[in-house]
């Protein structure tokens, strides 16, 4: 953990993020805190004792906290006396993307190049509906995960996995010319617009658990409930609504997946496979960072239980090209 040491006697005090806070009872029936505090050099298990509601405040996971102790080994691991915490506040500077994994880029400028590309069809009906659509989603759109765990499940993952599709788009239209590109990037903008709503998630961007909406409906069906409501709304035709629909409905290939339909035309197809080609890529990339050259992963549900091989000879580090 990144503390700042204060005096000599151990005392420390920094900025983190609360991963888990529960309130418990000790044996003397004393009211304490119960909390893993983690930063990006790692994570503590930490004690708030004698725990007063009144005085010290309430916590919830992943919210961002100042805090004052001193660290102890218990049991051979290190542990935090907390003897003062707050929430912070603005004078703090403390930025979120410290302390939570995050998409890398700008939130505000991946959501500014999707809006800029989708106002510059020359279909001006795919041009209102995904506006439109973006704009009416614009605050969760930036700091909005993709998914509650698995690929980009991390602050802004919303954004970089509907960008780095949008590119994929551009550069596989410029090969097969006779597609519709329009329509397919508009697929790609749109295809998990539902998400949000779909998942309960802390200011801090991180999923907590499924709403009761994502677990009845799911968002392959809530997107295009929501494209044909802005449709109707904004005077976009259902020959054009039913094809974004249909590009929402079928982008997960296969009903095995929660697809309600297979994708019937060309553009859906490539949708379908751009985005699950992302997805795994991010994933792949995600578990072979965490072992060394040479060595395999364990065996990942995500990938069909498949083991992956590091064999070292990638840069794992290079980020990924989105402007």
């Not at 304490?32 to 930490?46: K, P």
């Not at 659509?133 to 969760?140: D, G, K, P, S, T």
């Not at 297979?262 to 379908?272: G, K, Q, V």
Request: proline letters at 2%; one cysteine or more.
């Amino acid at each position: 953990m990144n503390f700042k040491s204060i005096d000599s006697k151990g005392l420390v005090e920094g900025f983190c993020l609360v991963k888990s806070v529960d309130k418990k009872t000790s044996s003397k029936g004393d009211t304490y805190l119960d909390l893993t505090l983690a930063d990006s050099h790692g994570e503590i298990n930490a004690k708030l004792w004698n725990y007063n509601e009144n005085l010290h405040g309430v916590y919830e996971a992943n919210s961002l906290v100042k805090i004052r102790g001193t660290i102890s080994v218990y049991n051979g691991v290190d542990q935090l006396r907390i003897e003062r915490i707050r929430p912070i506040n603005d004078e703090d500077g403390v930025k979120i993307e410290d302390f939570v994994k995050s998409a890398g880029y700008d939130s505000s400028a991946m959501y500014d190049a999707l809006f800029d590309i989708a106002s510059s069809f020359e279909d001006k009906e795919l041009s209102l509906l995904v506006t439109t659509i973006l704009n009416e989603h614009r605050l969760a759109l930036l700091y909005w995960p993709a998914a509650f765990k698995l690929h980009h499940a991390i602050r802004g993952g919303l954004l970089l996995h509907t960008l780095s599709i949008v590119r994929l788009c551009q550069n596989i239209s410029n090969i097969y010319t006779f597609i519709n590109k329009e329509l397919l990037i508009a697929g790609a903008m749109l295809h998990d617009i539902a998400k949000i709503g779909e998942f309960q998630v802390a200011d801090s961007g991180i999923a907590t658990g499924y709403s009761v909406k994502g677990n009845l409906i799911g968002h392959l069906a809530e997107g295009a409930i929501i494209v044909r409501r802005t449709a109707e709304k904004v005077g976009v035709s259902e020959e054009t609504s039913n094809l974004i629909e249909h590009m929402l409905l079928s982008h997960h290939g296969d009903p095995e997946f929660g697809a309600a339909v297979r994708p019937m035309f060309i553009e859906a197809e490539i949708l379908s496979e751009l985005d699950m080609l992302d997805a795994r890529i991010y994933e792949m990339k995600d578990a072979v960072e965490g072992v060394d050259a040479g060595e395999f992963t364990g065996r990942l549900w995500s990938m069909d239980n498949r083991k992956l091989y590091n064999h070292g000879k990638s840069d794992l580090n290079k980020p990924t090209i989105l402007f």
